[in-house]
Each structure stands twice: as structure tokens, then as C-alpha cells.
């Protein structure tokens, strides 16, 4: 175009040439422009372009990374369902457990129950059928769900000896009927002295008198009295079981008795203890 403009200088008039020449720079401006704007263009075709590879990849990351939570909660899903399951389990046990004891509980509480009433009455029984007199030489306590019936020597036996005295045969017989009427109850004989030193050439020590003298009352429960020789036992405790110091004669009066201790049968107990639940029982 230049070329043109200046061969044809010399047959255009001037002011020809210079419209010419401003529309050649109008367009020269225009063809710079329209290049600006299309170089643009591509810049920004080239960043929408990286743009959408860019939000493609973030795309794909975070389709990975929810499922990689879903695979995640459904694990921790199945294991808190397994943790329930066992968990009921577990408690459903334990409840079982619970109302077991329970149940053992209420058998024990029924059987203290029982044989405190058991013994109160029997206490009672045999209380109201001593005189006062009787009173004096016999005691009558419940100590820890067993009945003892404490007799002084005085009364038993004969002087020195171990043979039962006739004062001794009409107390007796009220005890035997008591003793008779609970069949439930094993019957102890216990023979107690005091530290002084027995001098009969029949007798070694205070060991021999304390069991000659409880073996003499299981045999007059037995052969006048008709109490079951298998509920009854004969038992010797010396000197060394006292109530009371042997250091005053009152304190050796004291110690020299004769106990009747009366007590449930101890295959009673033995059934409760089997029956008792035991860890892990359903």
C-alpha cells in the first residue's frame, strides 16, 4: 500500500493523498488493535482452558476422597453394629447373672430368716419350761444363728465325778423334749472345765473329764431320753475354752459347764453353697 501511495503521488491531488494516507493509518491502528484483542483472546482460551483441566482434577480428587469416606462409614458402621451386637450380649448376661444372685440372695435371706425364727422359738420353748429355780444353773443365748444352752457341773454331775446327779434328770428331759421336736437341728455336747488339775487315778486329765462328762449327757439323751444318737456328738474342750478368769472362784464355777449346742444341719448349708451361681452361669 506504502508503494501505491507513492506512485500514485504524482497523479492524486494532494489532499487525496492525505484522506489516503489517514485511512491507511486508521487501518494500520485498527489491524493492531483487532491483533491485540485476538492474542487476548487466545491468553484467556488458554487459562479458561487450564482453568477446566484444573477444576477436572479437583473433581476427580474429591470424588475419590467421598469415597473414601463412604468405604470409611460403612466400616465404622459394621463395626459399631458388631459392638452393639456383643454389647447386648454382654448386658443380657450380666442381667442373667444379676437375677441369679438374686435369686441365691432371697434363698439365703429365707433360710437366716427361718432359722432365727426357728431358734427364737426354741428359745422360748425352752425358757418357758424351766422353773426359776432351774433358771439359775442354766443359760440360754443365741449366738450367731445357734442355740446355746449353757449347764454348770453343779448341776450335772455328781461331785468330782462325771456321772450325771438325779437333780440333773428332770432338766435334762425337758431339754430332750425340745431337742426331740427339731429334728432339723444337730446336737453338740461340749464338755468345758476350769485350769485346775483333776486328781482320779480313772481320769488323766481335764481333756478326759470335759469329754467323759459331755459323753455322759449324749448318753442320757440317747438311752432315757430318745433323742436320735445320729444327731447328737460328743465333743471334750478342757480348760481351754473358759468364759471367765480362772483367777476367782466364781470365774471357775463359770468355766466348769456343760454346753448343748443346737445347730442346723450342716448338709442344709452344703445344699445352699452347691446352689450358689456361679461366674459365667446363664
Known sequence: MACCALLMTGCVSKKKYAELQ???????????????DYNDAKVRIAEYTSDSKSLAARLAEEQKRNQEMREAYAKLQAS???????????????VDEINAS?????QLVDAKSKSDSLNQALTNKLTRSLTREEMKDVDVQ?????????????????????????????TLSKIAK?????????????????????????????????ALRASSVVQALQNQYGVDPKRLTAAGRGEYNPVASNSTEVGKQRNRRTQIIITPKLDQFMDLIDEAPTEGQN
Open 80 to 94: 459399631y453394629q458388631t459392638n452393639v451386637q456383643q454389647g447386648n450380649v454382654n448386658i443380657s448376661k450380666l
Open 102 to 106: 438374686n435369686k441365691f440372695i432371697k
Open 22 to 36: 489517514t485511512n491507511y493509518d486508521q487501518l494500520r491502528t485498527e489491524h493492531t488493535t483487532l491483533q491485540g
Open 142 to 170: 443365741v449366738l450367731k444363728g445357734v442355740v446355746y444352752i449353757s449347764l454348770a457341773d453343779n448341776m450335772l454331775y455328781k461331785s468330782g465325778s462325771y456321772e450325771i446327779g438325779e437333780r440333773a434328770s428332770e
Open 178 to 210: 425340745i431337742i426331740a421336736d427339731y429334728k432339723d437341728y444337730d446336737v453338740l455336747i461340749e464338755g468345758n472345765t476350769d485350769n485346775v488339775p483333776i486328781s482320779q487315778k480313772n481320769i488323766r486329765n481335764n481333756w478326759d473329764l470335759s
